[in-house]
């Protein structure tokens, strides 16, 4: 272990590699004389950021061994995805592909809160409902489990300072129905990702579309 409720194994390993994202407005497109550009490439609708304290603070400011008061100020996930969903007029039930943020697993779990898939304090049980639907039938398709289909990073690694871009081009993937055997089906129309920094303080939610909306 190396925190009471994470072991090692648990926590993302770093790892080498590189990603980048060309991000262009409709307008250059057409100047370029693309006949469907909307179609061809997938477009962002909405974005969301928020932010918490960068770092806890003691309960005992004066007490180096006082335990940190961790409280709800400091998640900002929930705010960010919050401005998301309102600055698009959606919901979570019109989201296909979620790219969660899974540096450790209260990072996921929290994620699974914030973006709605289940309620406050919920996340354990929908895991655990997940996995004894893996144990009971032996596998989870992507479309039960439309969630960091590449692996995230517990699984696919973390390259720093990038982990959270892989998620987009996973979402975009998605969009385009060019993921392979890791595709959702049918096709997603609208994925949302989040990536976060700090302990939780710093959160950046986009919603991207298959440009149908």
């Known amino acids: 272990p190396v925190a009471p409720v994470t072991s090692l194994l648990e926590c993302a390993r770093r790892a080498d590699g590189a990603a980048a994202v060309i991000v262009s407005s409709s307008k250059f497109w057409q100047?370029?004389?693309f006949a469907k550009p909307l179609q061809e490439c997938p477009t962002v609708i909405a974005c969301g950021e928020g932010s918490g304290p960068l770092y806890p603070t003691r309960k005992n400011p004066a007490d180096p061994e006082s335990p940190?008061?961790?409280?709800?100020a400091m998640f900002s996930c929930?705010?960010?995805?919050?401005?998301?969903?309102?600055?698009?007029q959606l919901s979570v039930e019109d989201i296909d592909f979620f790219g969660l943020y899974d540096c450790f697993p209260i990072c996921f779990l929290r994620a699974l809160e914030a973006v709605r898939l289940c309620g406050r304090g919920?996340?354990?049980k929908w895991i655990e409902a997940k996995y004894a639907q893996l144990m009971r039938t032996g596998t989870l398709s992507p479309r039960d489990f439309?969630?960091?289909?590449h692996g995230g990073l517990q699984c696919f690694g973390a390259p720093w300072e990038v982990p959270a871009m892989y998620n987009v081009i996973e979402a975009?993937?998605?969009?385009?129905?060019?993921a392979n055997g890791r595709q959702v089906t049918p096709k997603p129309r609208r994925a949302l990702v989040y990536g976060n920094g700090g302990i939780f303080s710093a959160s950046s939610v986009a919603i991207?579309?298959?440009g149908s909306y």
Not at 68 to 72: L, R, V, Y
Not at 146 to 149: D, Q, S
């Open 78 to 88: 929930e705010s960010a995805c919050n401005f998301a969903y309102t600055s698009s």
């Open 122 to 124: 919920e996340s354990g």
């Open 68 to 72: 940190f008061d961790i409280s709800e």
């Open 208 to 210: 991207l579309g298959d």
């Open 172 to 178: 975009v993937q998605q969009l385009k129905g060019a």
């Open 31 to 33: 100047r370029q004389g």
């Open 146 to 149: 439309p969630i960091n289909t």
